[in-house]
Nanobody
């Protein structure tokens, strides 16, 4: 069983930065494919970034060049460094883990970007 806990959300002005963290328990972090999703009010949940167990990363076009996903297997923690934040980045950000066929979600952390 894997449990995920996000942290690092908050309120920031446009152009600012935040760093989200997702701490995982369960002892199998290094073999998990990890992702960040976000859900803005009234919108569907959206995949933002993925990092595989091997460290390969993928980003949705809207965050390329501004967000960086990373992982520290020794700390069982995934990160999302968010720079040049825009009001449209406002959402609840969720951590997601895949260990096929099992999937795991965190509880979410709120990010609000003011203009």
């Amino acid at each position: 069983q894997v449990q995920l806990a996000e942290s690092g959300g908050g309120l920031v002005q446009a152009g600012g930065s935040l760093r989200l963290a997702c701490a995982a328990s369960g002892g199998i972090f290094s073999i998990l494919s990890m992702s960040w999703y976000r859900q803005a009010p009234g919108k569907q949940r959206e995949l933002v970034a993925v990092i595989t167990s091997g460290g390969d990363a993928w980003y949705v076009d809207s965050v390329k060049g501004r967000f960086t996903i990373s992982r520290d297997n020794a700390k069982s923690t995934m990160y999302l460094q968010m720079n040049s934040l825009k009001p449209e980045d406002t959402a609840v950000y969720y951590c997601f883990a895949l260990h096929s066929p099992a999937t795991y979600w965190g509880q979410g952390t709120q990010v609000a970007v003011s203009s």
